[in-house]
Every structure is written in structure tokens, then in C-alpha cells.
């Protein structure tokens, strides 16, 4: 079963635009890791946020993470056709990572 | 390339017949993780191994899937009976946990059509 869902599904967006995609999940974590996927290929690490931290930035990718709310949004800033891709949120429990649903990002150049 | 490689890339078999898909992950990672991941889906956790220990397995795995980590190195994960339900992508993932941090490596997944 997947622990995560990501809002928005889809999103398509202008280049240069930001893009913000969420995540919501239902049990306590460790951490919250975002993935990205390009299509047909295997998924790499972005960012990984602990539970007692609130904000990370990596570049041009900011996580926030809310452990009351059960959230976290990743956002994309400057966005480039090279970030179309699928995005999903990672939650680490007690000895297991369990992905989201994913947000299918386009960015139009 | 996150050093993570998986064999075959690709594999279309017939119903009924056996697959065998392998993992070498990267050579330092003690934890190996099996993943199946569908059409428009997340990755769905099968099982994964501490080095040659297999600490968990997922409902998801059925009396049909057997994995291995023999020497704590590479996997092998082996369907019998292949369905029509099996067909999805078979992702293989690695990681070394560090301060309970587990990043994992994916490696680029074998894509299993059963016809």
C-alpha cells in the first residue's frame, strides 16, 4: 500500500516558472525523502528531510516538512525542461521506505 | 548512473514460465531493497535483505516470488508461474543507513511483460 499522496497528480508549467508539489502521509517518520523519475528509468535520491527539521534547500529544490500536519512540499524554483519528470515523496519508518503516488511534472520550454 | 545495476533490462515471457531478474548493487551497502513499481504508481516495497538476511517481506509477495542475497552481495529475485499481473517494472534499490538515515540507490529496473 502506498503511505504517501502527492498533490497535485499532474502539473504542467511554463519554463522558468516554480514548480510545488505535496505530500501528505498517515503514520509517524524518521525521515521524508523526495525522489525524482524520469520516464521508463530508475529513481533518484533529491533530498531527504528529518523529522525535526521544518526546511532544507538543495539547490534550486526547497523541502518543508510539517510532522502535525503530516506534510511536505517540495518545491522547484527556476524550473528547466530538464526537470520533467515524476516526483514522489519517500517516508522512512521503523526499517521501511514507502513511496507515494507521485506527481507527474512537465515543464514546457 | 547511481551504481546500482540490474539484469535483464528488459524481459517478455510467456504465462507460466519462470523469470529471474538480478541485482548487483553498490559494493559498500549492506541493505538491498526489492521494489515493484506499476504504470502511473509509486514504487511498492517487496522485500529487502540486510546483508544475506531477508528481514522483510511484503503480502505483496506471493508463495511464487523467492528472493536471495546469497553472499550478501548481489539478488536474485525469481517469479514462478509468471501471470499476467505480474507484468510491471522490478526496481532494485541499495543503501548503506547511517544515523538512521537510509538513502537509497535505485538501480534502472528490469521491465517484465508477461504475455
Known amino acids: 500500500s502506498q503511505q504517501g499522496e502527492e498533490d497535485p497528480q499532474a502539473l504542467s508549467i511554463q519554463e522558468g516558472e516554480n514548480a510545488t508539489m505535496n505530500c501528505s502521509y498517515k503514520t509517524s517518520i524518521n525521515n521524508l525523502q523526495w525522489y525524482r523519475q524520469n520516464s521508463g528509468r530508475g529513481l533518484v535520491h533529491l533530498i531527504l528531510i528529518r523529522s525535526n527539521e521544518r526546511e532544507k534547500h538543495s539547490g534550486r529544490l526547497r523541502v518543508t516538512l510539517d510532522t502535525s500536519k503530516k506534510s511536505s512540499s517540495l518545491l522547484i524554483t527556476a524550473s528547466r525542461a530538464a526537470d520533467t519528470a515524476s516526483y514522489f515523496c519517500?517516508?522512512?519508518?521503523?526499517?521501511?521506505?514507502?513511496f507515494g503516488t507521485g506527481t507527474k511534472l512537465q515543464v514546457i520550454p | 548512473d547511481t551504481g546500482v545495476s540490474q539484469n535483464p533490462r528488459h524481459k517478455i515471457t510467456k504465462r507460466g514460465q519462470n523469470v529471474t531478474f538480478r541485482c548487483d548493487p553498490i559494493s559498500e551497502h549492506n541493505r538491498l531493497y526489492w521494489y515493484r513499481q506499476t504504470l502511473g504508481q509509486g514504487p511498492e516495497f517487496l522485500t529487502y535483505f540486510q546483508n544475506e538476511a531477508q528481514l522483510e517481506k511484503s503480502r505483496l509477495l506471493s508463495d511464487r516470488f523467492s528472493a536471495e542475497r546469497p553472499k550478501g552481495s548481489f539478488s536474485t529475485l525469481e517469479i514462478q508461474r509468471t501471470e499476467q499481473g505480474d507484468s510491471a517494472m522490478y526496481l532494485c534499490?541499495?543503501?548503506?543507513?547511517?544515523?538512521?538515515?537510509?538513502?537509497?540507490?535505485f538501480g534502472p529496473g528490469t521491465r517484465l511483460t508477461v504475455l
Open positions: 519517500a517516508t522512512e519508518g521503523y526499517q521501511k521506505v514507502t
Open positions: 534499490a541499495s543503501s548503506r543507513p547511517q544515523n538512521s538515515d537510509d538513502t537509497q540507490y
